[in-house]
């Protein structure tokens, strides 16, 4: 156990649909990374927050949003959902967000869209 | 593009062998590297890394090995056991270099067979 829970653990929805997929971070954790493991693409780096501040981004479509609220829990959004935005989506926090700290994955979340 | 590649989907060991897990990268701006293990239904763990300034980190029966000039690095387990089967994943980043961009690329990963 990591110690970073992700809800739900699966979620089934239709195309078009908005999800919201929710991450706590390990306690004392202050940054808070999404990745998003699909089929063919492996894990990808999606954003990172940082004490409640965005600190970097990587391949995040401009349908996806994220935020991370003052007692350091994290969701992300993703809206006008596509086929292809099925996939496991994977929550990590480190403690300082700092590249050579340890990030601590949760068990993820599957999005299946139909 | 992708900047780090890890071109063996799968491979298969001998229980007690060496497993050997390679992966290139192409950004040579990469200084940073590091290699996560994931097993079936549950998230990524991490499980070794190499700044660009070594060439070689061990830790246990996990070495970690960096040729910057090939811009390739390799995992070695030895000797590998049942629980070693799993996905491991390789990722780099740029850490060491000023205005350093803080994202780590992860590769698509290997899934290794321990076999007995």
């Known amino acids: 156990d990591s110690g970073v829970t992700q809800t739900p653990k699966h979620l089934i929805t239709a195309t078009g649909q908005r999800v919201t997929l929710r991450c706590s971070p390990r306690s004392g954790d202050l940054s808070v990374y999404w990745y998003q493991q699909s089929l063919d693409q492996g894990l990808q780096f999606l954003i990172q927050y940082y004490n409640g501040e965005e600190r970097a981004k990587g391949n995040i479509l401009e349908r996806f949003s994220a935020q991370q609220f003052p007692d350091l829990h994290s969701e992300l959004n993703l809206s006008s959902l596509e086929l292809g935005d099925s996939a496991l989506y994977f929550c990590?926090?480190?403690?300082?967000?700092?590249?050579?700290?340890?990030?601590?994955f949760g068990p993820g979340t599957r999005l299946t869209v139909l | 593009d992708q900047q780090v590649k890890q071109n063996s989907p799968s491979l298969s060991v001998q229980e007690g062998r060496i497993s050997i897990l390679n992966c290139d990268y192409t950004n040579s701006m990469f200084d940073y590297f590091l290699w996560y293990k994931k097993y079936p239904a549950e998230g990524p763990t991490f499980l070794i890394s190499i700044s660009s300034i070594k060439d070689k980190n061990e830790d246990g029966r996990f070495t970690v090995f960096l040729n910057k000039s090939a811009k390739h690095l390799s995992l070695h387990i030895v000797p590998s056991q049942p629980g070693d089967s799993a996905v491991y994943f390789c990722a780099a980043s740029e850490f060491f270099r000023p205005g350093r961009d803080d994202k780590i690329i992860f590769g698509k990963g290997t899934r290794l067979h321990i076999l007995p």
């Open positions: 990590a926090s480190s403690a300082q967000g700092e590249t050579t700290d340890t990030q601590y």
